[in-house]
Structures are given as C-alpha cells and as structure tokens.
C-alpha cells in the first residue's frame, strides 16, 4: 500500500489528464483492471465528459524585471487544474482576482480546480501574497484541451452471485495522498484478499476520477445496476483521526448496520452520520436519483491537510491504513457470510448433549446468551441479527450456529441478496 502511494502521489492526476492515465495503468500492473473509456464530450446523464487537459508550463514574473514569482515546475498544485492557457501582462489586482490561497492554513498551497468554469488561475501559499508588491505581472500559463477519454478502472471478483457489492476509490487530485490515494490503495489491497477467497456476492473495485468517473460508469452501463447490492466509498484512511462512517441514503439498510456493528466492536471510538452530513462523494452518484444502490462511506475525515500541498505522505501511517483495511475486510466478511437459520428443533435444545454448551472461560459473552441464541432461530433474523442484537462477534456465532447445523438442528435459508 506505502509503496502505490509513493510511486504515484506526486503525478498530476487531473479528471482526465496523462498523470491520471499513468496512475490508472501503475495500478492495472498489481491487479486485473478492465479500463472503460468514455471519450470527451461524451453526454452522460446532465453531464458531459471533459476534455483531456495537459499543462506544459505555468509561472508569474514581475514584468518589468522578468524576476518569477511562482513556477508550477515546484509544485503541481500551483496551477489551479483544468485553467485556461494565457500569456498575458496584467495588474496586480487582475492576478490576485486568480489567485487562490487559504488563510487558514497561510504556509500551504491549496488544491485549487475549475474543471466546468473558463477561468485560468493560480494557487499558493497566503503567507507568500505580501511579495507580490508591484503593479504589473506577466503571467503565462501553457495548458491545451484535446479530445481524450476519461478512464474507469474496474476490478470484478466473480462470487457464486451475480448480485455484486461495489468498492469505490477516487484515483484523481494531483500530488495529494490521504485525498484519495489512501482510499485507492485499500480498496487495491482488498480486491487481492478478495480474489483470494471464496465468496457469495461477486466484488467490482473501482478506481476513477471523483464524481464524473461514477456518472460516466453508470450512466454507461445501466444493467450492472440491478445487479449492484451495496457500496462502499474508501477514502481519506491514512491521517490520523477516528473512523467516520456515513450511512447510505436508506439509512438502515443491513449494509449500514454491519458497517456501524463492526465499527462498534472494534472497540475504538468512531462517529457516524446520515447521508452526505460527512463528507461528500461519489456516494451522491450510487446512492443517487435513480440509481439508489445503498452506498456508506468510510473515512478518518476531517484532517487539517485536506486540499492543501501538505496533504503528503508524511501525514498517513501504514498502521492506519492496515487498521481501515481490516475493518472493511471484516464489514464485507459479515455481510458475505450472513445466513437466516431456521430451527428444526421443539423444546429447548439438550446443549450439553448435542456439545453446545459453552463454558463461560470458553466464551464469556456466549455462555450468558446461549439461550438467547436459541430463542432467535425462527427464521425470522439473520446470524448478524443475532449478534447485532446480542451484541455477540460475528465469526463466534457463525461456527457455533455451525454446530448447531451439523446436529441438523437448524436448516440455512439464504439472505435476500439486496443488502
Ligand atoms: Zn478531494
């Protein structure tokens, strides 16, 4: 995962831009990726495709002197992304109506970004604006639009249903890491583990660019819709904060509640939210008009380096992302394995006789709920219900509700595959 973000963080990742097809193809050498490409121009939905953008040079001089006051050779983000090419001489006030700086966070350069608005510009450090003291500046910026294609990687884990569970990353954002190279290197790592194990729902693990790679899939492949169970956006999971986990726009989905179980019985403090009151994503696009697959978000946002040059990998940690990884492996492992079983038996089961009695040093939170196990077998509620509600480890209760099935004491009714 450390090695990913290292090799790619600093390219120019733009929505549809050679950096981002670089990072794209870096990716497809560690996993099996099917590339869709939907050409610029494209109409999807009420949206259109962007051009592919490039950027050759983009500095300021003073005019007079020729001296260069800022020069994207230094910093990527220094040219706000998709700007308009220019070479012109202009006033002081004219090139501080294109500039873009973030006082709150006065040393840093922010992620500046005009992808639908004709506007050229500039990004830097707030505490740099004192050096511009002269009245006219050359500003020169060497950008083209050509026709490309906007690039949707996707890597589909085939499972014994054809109902598929989507893992989402935004590869885009040019020399940023935790937004979203971290949620990119997750979701790579979780599709290897996937293609490593045997699963009921199939896995697709997409890489695009934020908001109009969705829209671009999607309203391109209409029929995988039906098929599409549940989402998870995977983003920010490298800083270091709590987990925030944003519930799908139903809210209560069986998906929402084995992300929030699993969160709880990490034992470490989370917060949760309703949709699009924690972050906003691609989960607008899955969970969208029309569209309306459950989709949650996990994250670690907020982080003070968000949108700004000193979002590097200096800030993310191997053991937050591990941490992140295990989480979600372990939300996909519930919502994969889960079962409805079914009694057979009347009366209360003899336990000791059939081997089901656990002894409290065994299981200290099964041993005072065996009865309350016994009594939920109507059918009526799935192992996660149980153990949601008994506030059980899932992966316990499963090989114990197994004992029970290998005595013929319950039968296994499948879940419904709509999470
Ligand atoms: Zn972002």
Redesign the pocket.
Known sequence: MMQCIEDVWFLRRDLVSGGYDAALAYLKRFIPLEIHEIPSGTRCWTWTIPEKWSVDEAYIEEAESGRRMLDAKDHPLHVISYSLPVDAEVTREELLRHIITNPARPHAIP?GYKYYDRDWGFCMQHDRLGEFTKDKYRVVIRSSFEKGTLKVGCCTIPGEAKETVALIAHLC?PA?VN??LCGVAVAAKLAQELAHQKNRYTYQVFFLP?TIGSIAYLSTHKNAIRHMACGIFLEMLGNDNIHALQLSRQGNTRWDRIARYVLRRSGKEFREGPFRMVVGNDEMVWNGPGVDIPTISVSRFPYPE??TSDDTPSIISLERLQESKELIATMLRVLDRDYIPKRTFTGPVFLSGYGLWIKLEENRELNRKMEQVMLRLEGDRSVFDIADELDLEFEYLLRYLDAYHSNGLITKMPMKNRA
């Open positions: 992620f954002h940023m937004d979203d934020e968000y949108h």
